[in-house]
């Protein structure tokens, strides 16, 4: 499937989104295990407050190609090269149709989906005989969910490309991670207003992707006992999903 990551020691990785919640946790868990950091997030301020020793600081932002292609300069001029790329940024609003707002929508598709291809575009030559390249969707876009009409598009779009480039580059020894967390206590799902099942810290959630990328899965989805559950969920023919889906929200 995948390369076995067990050995961060001079790794050099690059995380965008890496300022805050699950980012800002894997920054610390990787630097703890070695690896030579490059950092991105749009707030260079955020970035710098997290005080990693020794980690190169390149604000960019991922819904603009051309500050991705600025960063992505930077990090090879710092770091000589890059062994894997992680993509976090992402953006959360709950949207169903009394509040669908269009421009808020695309907004979210262009951060959620679109800067994870864009950030494509710029490392594919970089990375075609080595390296590897993760990208952080959501176990909410295995199927269709309420006021999820925002969200879960763009993570859905984001788990197909993460697929189709896995069976092209793998076989060239280049790694495609995809990771779907279940919920995690971040600045994204503050403002939730609902009880979140299985909730994770950050501190968790950048553990078990820590440790899921020593396990060669080309997924790392975690908590199991909930993503277990969403994955049978998304097993259900839609006759039988969406009275269970209406029924278990009260939609
Ligand atoms: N929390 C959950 O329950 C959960 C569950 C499943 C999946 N996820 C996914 O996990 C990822 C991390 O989310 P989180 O919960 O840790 O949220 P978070 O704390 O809000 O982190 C989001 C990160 O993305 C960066 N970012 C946002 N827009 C950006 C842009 N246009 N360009 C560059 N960076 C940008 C933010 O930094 P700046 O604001 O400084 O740019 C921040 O570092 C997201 O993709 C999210 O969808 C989260």
């Known amino acids: 499937m995948n390369p076995k990551i067990t050995d961060w020691q001079g790794r050099r990785v690059w995380l965008l989104g890496a300022s805050s919640g699950i980012g800002a946790a894997l920054v610390r868990r990787l630097a703890q295990a070695g690896a030579r950091l490059a950092l991105s997030g749009r707030d260079a301020g955020k970035l710098a407050a997290l005080g990693i020793d020794g980690a190169v600081l390149l604000p960019c932002d991922a819904t603009d190609a051309a500050s991705l292609a600025d960063a992505r300069r930077g990090v090879l001029q710092a770091l000589g090269g890059v062994d894997l790329t992680i993509y976090l940024a992402g953006d959360y609003v709950p949207m169903q149709v009394a509040n669908f707002d269009l421009a808020r929508a695309e907004s979210l598709f262009s951060v959620n989906f679109l800067g994870a291809v864009r950030l494509t575009a710029a490392m594919l030559p970089d990375m075609l005989t080595t390296g590897g390249i993760a990208f952080v969707a959501s176990v909410a876009a295995y199927r269709g969910l309420p006021k ?97 889906i209406r029924r278990l929200t009260g939609v």
């Open 148 to 244: 999820a009409l925002a969200y879960g598009p763009g993570k859905a779009a984001l788990i197909h490309f993460a697929e189709c480039l896995h069976l092209e580059l793998v076989p060239r020894g280049v790694g495609v991670w995809l990771i779907n967390p279940g919920f995690v206590a971040t600045p994204l799902t503050a403002g939730n207003d609902f009880a979140m099942p299985a909730l994770l810290s950050p501190e968790q959630a950048a553990q078990a992707t820590f440790e899921g990328f020593a396990s060669g899965d080309f997924e790392i989805h975690y908590p199991k006992r909930f993503t277990r559950f969403m994955k049978l969920l998304a097993l259900l023919p839609y006759r039988w999903y969406f009275p269970l």
